[in-house]
């Protein structure tokens, strides 16, 4: 199951048997109030630098989330997603709730992006996923219903088989364009809610072989050490068949436990990519030294 997004000039495969896809956060002003303030302003500078961090520590795919309160979003997505294709050709994943602004995002875009995201709410389906198959883009969907995000696995699978279907029969996309999003949630507020989340990848991915993502931060939320719990997070989901995430691509911890674990378990194969990695780290080094 190969889901290919692209820009104008790069293409990127999702898949099990594919390294796995690190789709970098950080474009997303939850949580930065200087960013919102210079959103507000119509000051995108911020955003140059967030991708060129998360492009130099191995993001493959960029988020863009421009969730401003009290401004234009379709007219600072539209912005944005112009801006990251001006200066990166990493392909770009569209994320709003705001319906006009994944449209306006996807009416600039050169290539084929990723839309974040959907719900299996049935109003939500009939106003993207025609839009999505308009725009020739791959979606997110989440096993979510009206405002209830299911607590148990089973429930999870059963929505997931709602939006599948209702993608493939009624909307006439493909299973491979849909990427599940199992729902990944802090494990501060409870104890067993990150295995509920592992049980969905592990049946999700024996059901339907479909490719997933998830919000992979969301696991750490309001602990100390939030970027070890990053790191071990990852590498257990990709067991179980997590073939993608959003997650922080600037923090070499993180990322190098996602490129260990695609070592690991046969997606880099005789280590070429991590030795190279390895020696490019070696020869810049090398090269810092007076
Ligand atoms: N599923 C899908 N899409 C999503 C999410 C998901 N999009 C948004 C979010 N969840 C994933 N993106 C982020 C972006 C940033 C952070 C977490 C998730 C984050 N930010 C820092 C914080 O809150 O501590 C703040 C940034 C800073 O100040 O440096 O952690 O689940 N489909």
């Known amino acids: 199951m190969h889901t290919r997004l692209s820009s104008a000039s790069k293409e990127v495969t999702i898949g099990d048997d594919q390294p796995f896809c690190i789709i970098g956060e950080r474009i997303n002003p939850t949580g930065r109030r200087l960013f919102q303030e210079q959103l507000r302003a119509g000051d995108l500078s911020a955003i140059e630098r967030d991708v060129a961090a998360q492009v130099a520590q191995g993001a493959m795919v960029l988020d863009i989330n421009m969730g401003v309160p009290l401004t234009d979003e379709p007219a600072l997505l539209r912005r944005a997603v112009k801006l990251v294709q001006s200066i990166t050709d990493l392909p770009i994943c569209i994320d709003s709730s705001v319906v006009e602004a994944l449209e306006a995002g996807l009416s600039v875009y050169e290539g084929r992006a990723l839309v974040n995201s959907i719900t299996a709410e049935d109003d939500r389906m009939a106003e993207i996923l025609p839009m999505v198959k308009h725009y020739n883009a791959a979606v997110i969907a989440l096993p979510n219903d009206h405002d209830e995000i299911?607590?148990?696995?089973?429930?999870?699978?059963?929505?997931?088989?709602?939006?599948?279907?209702?993608?493939?029969?009624?909307?006439?996309?493909?299973?491979?364009?849909?990427?599940?999003?199992?729902?990944?949630?802090?494990?501060?507020?409870?104890?067993?809610?990150?295995?509920?989340?592992?049980?969905?990848?592990?049946?999700?991915?024996?059901?339907?072989?479909?490719?997933?993502?998830?919000?992979?931060?969301?696991?750490?939320?309001?602990?100390?050490?939030?970027q070890t719990i990053n790191a071990t997070f990852l590498p257990m989901a990709m067991t179980v068949g997590l073939t993608s995430a959003i997650m922080d691509a600037r923090t070499p911890q993180i990322v190098e436990a996602v490129k260990a674990a695609d070592l690991l378990l046969g997606h880099d194969e005789w280590g070429m990519a991590w030795i190279a990695a390895h020696r490019a780290r070696q020869v810049a080094e090398k090269a810092s030294t007076p």
């Open 150 to 226: 299911p607590m148990e696995a089973d429930k999870r699978l059963v929505l997931t088989k709602k939006i599948l279907d209702t993608a493939v029969d009624k909307y006439g996309l493909a299973v491979e364009d849909i990427i599940i999003d199992p729902l990944a949630m802090p494990i501060g507020a409870d104890p067993n809610i990150v295995n509920v989340a592992y049980e969905t990848i592990h049946r999700i991915h024996d059901e339907y072989g479909a490719n997933m993502t998830v919000g992979a931060s969301n696991v750490s939320f309001g602990m100390p050490g939030r």
